[in-house]
């Protein structure tokens, strides 16, 4: 961090969201920022990549590439 506005995303080093000290924020790409997130509230897998695909009545895998998600199959068990 230089003082001037980041060009893209930015991390907080010891992920404590309320100290924004310059020495806790890094630069990182959208797919830095994106891999090292917690999950969401409503995540009823447990896991990162993984939903409950309702048509198909099974869990989805799936990955972020190049701003688009990626199937990577469906599972009778998570």
């Not at 891999?35 to 969401?40: D, E, Q, V, Y």
């Not at 409950?52 to 799936?62: E, G, I, M, R, S």
Request: aromatic letters at 8%.
């Amino acid at each position: 961090m230089n003082g001037e506005l980041p060009s893209e995303d930015v991390r907080h080093i010891n992920r404590d969201k309320s100290d924004n000290r310059f020495s806790n924020l890094k630069e990182v790409t959208r797919s830095e920022s994106q891999a090292t997130r917690k999950l969401g509230c409503r995540n009823t897998s447990g896991c990162t990549g993984v939903i409950w695909d309702k048509k198909a009545n099974k869990w989805l895998t799936y990955i972020w590439m190049n701003g688009k998600r990626k199937k990577l199959g469906l599972f009778i068990r998570c």
